[in-house]
């Protein structure tokens, strides 16, 4: 049983938007790196983008930058990934994990992790 929570995603238009979002009732995200991942059918993990307990925010790919953002609310103790003009490539399985320490595109380095949810981008 996954310690995160996720919630979100599903179909959307190409061009159209979608929030995820990631929280547990274990431990307060404001100390953590939360990471957002996802995964192709057929390609590799890849990182998406992670905010610090500072509220830092990385984006790991350039062509997530200007599209996604990363947000976190301390008081609802939840993550978010908002991504907006979404297109096909975009489809995946979206994931958030949190680590202790820094920001890292390793997935590997990650210890908990959220179930994960489907984003399609169809028409």
């Known amino acids: 049983q996954s310690l995160l929570v996720q919630s979100g995603g599903g179909l959307v238009q190409p061009g159209g938007s979608l929030r995820l979002s990631c929280t547990t009732r274990d431990a307060p995200l404001s100390e953590y790196a939360t990471a957002w991942f996802r995964q192709a059918p057929g390609k590799e993990r890849e990182g998406v983008s992670c905010i610090s307990r500072s509220g830092g925010r990385a984006y790991f790919l350039d062509s997530k930058k200007g599209r996604f953002t990363v947000s976190r609310d301390n008081a609802k103790n939840t993550v978010y990934l908002e991504m907006n003009s979404l297109k096909p490539e975009d489809t995946a399985i979206y994931h958030c994990?949190?680590?202790?320490?820094?920001?890292?595109?390793?997935?590997?380095?990650?210890?908990?992790w959220g179930q994960g949810t489907q984003v399609t981008v169809s028409s």
């Open positions: 994990a949190v680590r202790d320490g820094a920001c890292s595109s390793d997935g590997g380095s990650y210890p908990f």
